[in-house]
């Protein structure tokens, strides 16, 4: 079945580092890719999606690139900030009924 | 915009007992969600609803939960019985279905602990 497969965290990164967070995914067609944040204390919701080879969506600083050779969404920021710290999840949609499936979550935290 | 509702926050109940969550979605809303959040996982989806008919309920646990969406607004989950590998959050979203796959609206959940 289709699925997403994240890098499991937590990952721990001084203020103004480079983040990676690396996604891949399986699917039986041509998804459209999202990744989604959970700042704590708060719901679920979009930070920024792609919906077909290489597109590149872009959010608040944070890019991911739909790369459809590799299967990947990897997420990056050029310099994370302590308000980044949060729950990062990488999901797919696919189907004329917008089926999402999410990956297991990458927990962020900055640090001054 | 009013964002997705959902009550009760929290919830502690017995196993074997039975527990009911309710949703509100965005207004205009098509597409209702309801996701399994286990502690340490992702969100695992349970049951879709497009207007007021399901269009994806392959992972819920039919032999004891159920769920609804009546006028194709509001929705409950219900729970009977309740298992310990049932404590989990239990997210509800909304999305306004179309083109381009619009974004899913997430409520804060429902906190579900099973003694």
């Known amino acids: 079945g289709d699925s997403v497969t994240q890098m499991e965290g937590p990952v721990t990164l001084s203020e103004e580092a480079f983040l990676t967070i690396n996604c891949t995914y399986t699917?039986?067609?041509?998804?459209?890719l999202f990744w989604y944040v959970q700042y704590p204390g708060e719901g679920l919701q979009l930070l920024l999606k792609?919906?077909?080879?290489?597109d590149k969506g872009s959010n608040k600083g944070f890019e991911a690139t739909y790369r459809k050779e590799t299967t990947s969404f990897h997420l990056e920021k050029g310099s994370v900030q302590v308000s980044d710290s949060a729950v990062y999840f990488c999901?797919?949609?696919?189907?004329?009924?917008?089926?999402?499936?999410f990956g297991i979550g990458t927990k962020l935290q900055v640090i001054p | 915009e009013a964002g997705v509702a959902q009550s009760p926050r929290y919830k502690i109940i017995e196993k074997r007992q039975s527990v009911a969550f309710w949703c509100n979605p965005i207004?205009?809303?098509?597409?209702l969600y309801w996701y399994q959040q286990i502690l340490g996982q992702g969100p695992k989806l349970l049951i879709q609803?497009?207007?007021?008919?399901?269009?994806?309920d392959s992972q819920l646990p039919k032999d004891r939960f159920s769920a609804e969406r009546l006028k194709g607004v509001d929705s409950t989950l219900k729970i009977q019985p309740a298992k310990l590998e049932d404590s989990a959050v239990y997210l509800c979203?909304?999305?306004?279905?179309?083109?381009?796959?619009?974004?899913?609206?997430f409520g804060n959940g429902t906190r579900l602990t099973v003694t």
């Open positions: 207004s205009g809303h098509a597409t």
């Open positions: 699917a039986t067609g041509y998804p459209s």
């Open positions: 979203a909304s999305s306004p279905y179309g083109t381009g796959d619009p974004p899913l609206h």
């Open positions: 999901a797919l949609s696919l189907g004329g009924y917008q089926k999402v499936t």
């Open positions: 609803f497009q207007n007021n008919g399901v269009v994806d």
């Open positions: 792609a919906t077909k080879a290489d």
